[in-house]
């Protein structure tokens, strides 16, 4: 049984380009959600896919949106990037449950 | 507004020793609790989770944890660290399991032979 898998593992963009992550949910799971986790910091949350709809977010701007397919996969979009978005993207899905964590993507921004 | 401190950045224990990583949270009301592991350049694993009834709960790889309702608190504790337990250790809080998890600045554990 997979669990959470995410894509690409690691990844580097410059300033101002646009970013796409994937990720594909543990087996079961509908709900998906996407956190950012800064050097030395704890996970934040950006956002949670449901039903395809976005059902909550974190405290983050537009230039992150995302967007969940019929098969509950989900992608996180990050456009105009800058220096500070440099992070570890971690996916976590659940169905009525805890959070199952992917091993994330780890974006650096140049 | 709710947010999760994990006082401890880094604690250094030696194999064998006992071990508490402390917890404390703020939440308008009793919050579902959880611990998480993560290992360099891994995801978040779930250690144990408390959602009611019993305060002291067990989980995985031999911790368990506390939950102290006067104190706002859910410590994790483990008896006899081993070295494959070093590793960055997350306390989280959520109204459910279907809404926001918020996560402490985590504690890096360092195991000495």
């Known amino acids: 049984d997979a669990g959470v898998t995410q894509s690409p593992t690691h990844l580097i963009k410059t300033r101002g380009q646009q970013v796409t992550l994937r990720c594909s949910p543990k087996s079961g799971h509908d709900t998906v959600s996407w956190y950012q986790q800064a050097l030395g910091q704890g996970p934040q949350f950006i956002f949670q896919?449901?039903?395809?709809?976005?059902?909550q977010r974190g405290n983050f701007p537009d230039r992150f949106s995302g967007h969940q397919f019929p098969n509950y996969s989900s992608e996180l979009n990050v456009n105009a990037l800058l220096l500070g978005d440099s992070a570890l993207y971690l996916c976590?899905?659940?169905?009525?449950?805890?959070?199952?964590f992917g091993n994330g993507t780890r974006l650096t921004v140049t | 507004a709710q947010s999760v401190t994990q006082p401890d950045i880094h604690i250094t224990v030696s194999e064998g020793a006992s071990l508490e990583l402390r917890c404390n949270y703020s939440?308008?009301?009793?919050?579902?609790l959880f611990w998480y592991v993560q290992s360099p350049g891994q995801g978040l694993q779930l250690l144990l989770k408390?959602?009611?009834?019993?305060?002291l709960v067990q989980g995985i790889k031999g911790f368990e944890a506390e939950f102290k309702r006067s104190q706002s608190s859910f410590n994790l504790r483990k008896p006899s660290v081993h070295w494959s337990d070093a590793a960055e250790y997350f306390c989280a809080v959520a109204l459910n399991t279907g809404n926001q998890f918020y996560f402490g600045t985590g504690t890096s554990l360092t195991v000495i032979p």
């Open positions: 976590a899905s659940s169905h009525s449950s805890p959070l199952h």
């Open positions: 939440y308008g009301a009793t919050p579902y």
């Open positions: 408390y959602f009611s009834g019993d305060t």
């Open positions: 896919y449901y039903e395809e709809e976005e059902r």
